[in-house]
């Protein structure tokens, strides 16, 4: 599987991309996500967000007046947020991750929401991570979102549930990270990891209030290193 197959596989779902994930699910980990992560964030921020899809978690720190742009290497996805949302129009872009063509810090945040893992090539992961942290300005992080293959359910999760209900990681070319890789390949950046969340995507949303408390207590607990994401924030040393 090539990054090339990868730009061919979302371009061609750019049109339902946005509903792979039910609603409810997809603002769900949106918002703690941002509760995770926001102390990084001021009003005055410069955010860059790569891998941004159709432009969702961008369209979302725009309404938290979070000065963010987005950018994505499928031209589909790109041009399918611009007309989701219309006020994106000058904040969303094509590019590559590998090179992204800003200047070195530029940025006072950047961002990879569950994206990382759709390039193949660990070299090239790591490639990813170095640009965004070229482009972040001394002191600035990079705030990173995987799935996490440390949940003993994660193979039979994502191997035969998720790809009957979602095309979005259906063409076979992921390649999952573990949190632990961060803090070894990055140790000098490493700044902080978080567990979170182990509602499943498939959760009814009148059962996700409840889910939700069994969640908090989880996360909590040893357990939490078996939690569905995890977030990592990388910080740019001087």
């Known amino acids: 599987m090539t990054d090339r197959s990868a730009k061919e596989h979302f371009n061609g779902i750019?049109?339902?991309?946005?509903?792979?994930?039910?609603?409810?699910?997809?603002?769900?980990?949106?918002?703690?996500?941002?509760?995770?992560v926001k102390c990084?964030?001021?009003?005055?921020?410069?955010?860059?967000?790569?891998?941004?899809?159709?432009?969702?978690?961008?369209?979302?720190?725009?309404?938290?007046?979070?000065?963010a742009i987005g950018v994505d290497f499928s031209k589909e996805l790109i041009n399918t947020g611009r007309g989701m949302y219309p006020f994106l129009k000058n904040r969303l872009f094509e590019g590559n991750a590998l090179?992204?063509?800003?200047?070195?810090?530029?940025?006072?945040?950047?961002?990879?929401?569950?994206m990382l893992h759709h390039i193949h090539s660990p070299q090239d992961q790591i490639r990813a991570v170095r640009e965004a942290l070229r482009v972040v300005k001394d002191n600035g992080v990079l705030i990173i979102r995987e799935s996490n293959p440390a949940n003993p359910l994660f193979r039979i999760f994502w191997n035969y549930i998720f790809p009957l209900t979602s095309k979005i990681d259906r063409f076979g070319g992921e390649r999952w990270i573990p949190a632990s890789h961060f803090m070894k390949t990055f140790k000098d950046n490493f700044d902080s990891v978080f567990y979170f969340t182990f509602i499943p995507n498939f959760t009814p949303r009148a059962l996700t209030p409840i889910a939700s408390k069994v969640e908090r207590v989880l996360e909590k607990s040893p357990l939490k290193r078996l939690s569905a994401h995890y977030v990592v924030v990388l910080r740019k040393r001087k």
């Open 14 to 36: 750019a049109g339902s991309y946005y509903d792979e994930i039910p609603g409810h699910i997809r603002e769900y980990l949106t918002n703690r996500w941002w509760n995770t």
């Open 40 to 67: 990084h964030f001021t009003g005055g921020s410069k955010v860059i967000d790569i891998g941004c899809g159709n432009g969702s978690t961008v369209a979302f720190l725009i309404k938290k007046e979070i000065n």
């Open 99 to 114: 090179d992204l063509g800003y200047g070195d810090g530029t940025f006072d945040v950047a961002s990879m929401i569950g």
